[in-house]
């Protein structure tokens, strides 16, 4: 049972280049969702998805793209990288139990962008 | 929204001691959860312990206990007979019952474990 797998763990990108990060959980779990971690900041929420085909923008989603066509994928884009989107990126996949949402996460990565 | 606060940057403790970390946080709800997180130099998020607002009982998980206070909304995370293995990251985390897959995180606080 594999997780919540992200790939790749590390990566440096010129400001403007594209890339997507990829997530992908064998859970079969309904939501997922991105993050990225800022030093003094925790971590904020990029975008989510309650299901497949069904995605919403969190708390910091300007630069970023999202879907879900299946229940398993979740890949976060970058458009246009730009130095502010320097960070550390955490996928999560989640279920509701009876006593409320389980939480997983990634192992994140970390992204420079140069 | 909701905002969580951690107030300490760094704690330290001695190894076999008690440390307790705080959190405080701003909602106008009443039906939420709050979590505590660990995360080790190993990047990974690790659940230490969940507690449901509606109930006044606080949560324990071995070692790890919580001290929540509704009224004042804090909820600090204790953590007794400190391990090495204990040094990580420790992130306070709310979320509303009715979205609980939308997570707020705080700024996170530091533990230092000293042998």
């Known amino acids: 049972n594999a997780g919540v797998t992200q790939t790749p763990k590390f990566q440096v990108l010129k400001t403007g280049q594209s890339m997507t990060l990829q997530c992908a959980q064998d859970?079969?779990?309904?939501?997922m969702s991105w993050y990225r971690q800022d030093p003094g900041m925790g971590l904020r929420l990029i975008h989510y998805?309650?299901?497949?085909?069904?995605?919403d923008q969190g708390e910091v989603p300007n630069g970023y793209n999202v879907s879900r066509s299946t229940t398993e994928d979740f890949p976060l884009r970058l458009l246009s990288a730009a130095p502010s989107q320097t960070s550390v990126y955490f996928c999560a996949s989640s279920y509701s139990s009876g006593t409320g949402v389980k939480a997983f996460f990634g192992q994140g990565t970390r992204l420079t962008v140069v | 929204a909701q905002t969580v606060t951690q107030s300490q940057p760094e704690m330290s403790v001695q190894e076999a001691e008690t440390v307790t970390l705080s959190c405080t946080y701003d909602?106008?709800?009443?039906?939420?959860?709050l979590f505590w997180y660990k995360q080790p130099p190993s990047r990974q998020m690790i659940l230490v312990i969940r507690?449901?607002?509606?109930?006044?009982q606080n949560a324990t998980e071995n070692r790890f206990s919580v001290n929540f206070q509704k009224a004042a909304k804090s909820f600090s995370l204790k953590i007794s007979d400190s391990q090495l293995g204990d040094a990580a990251m420790y992130f306070c985390?709310?979320?509303?019952?009715?979205?609980?897959?939308?997570?707020?995180f705080g700024a996170g606080t530091t533990v230092t474990v000293r042998a």
């Open positions: 507690q449901e607002a509606y109930k006044q």
């Open positions: 859970m079969n779990h309904e939501y």
């Open positions: 985390a709310y979320s509303l019952r009715s979205n609980d897959y939308k997570l707020s």
């Open positions: 998805s309650v299901g497949a085909g069904i995605t």
């Open positions: 909602t106008s709800e009443s039906d939420y959860y």
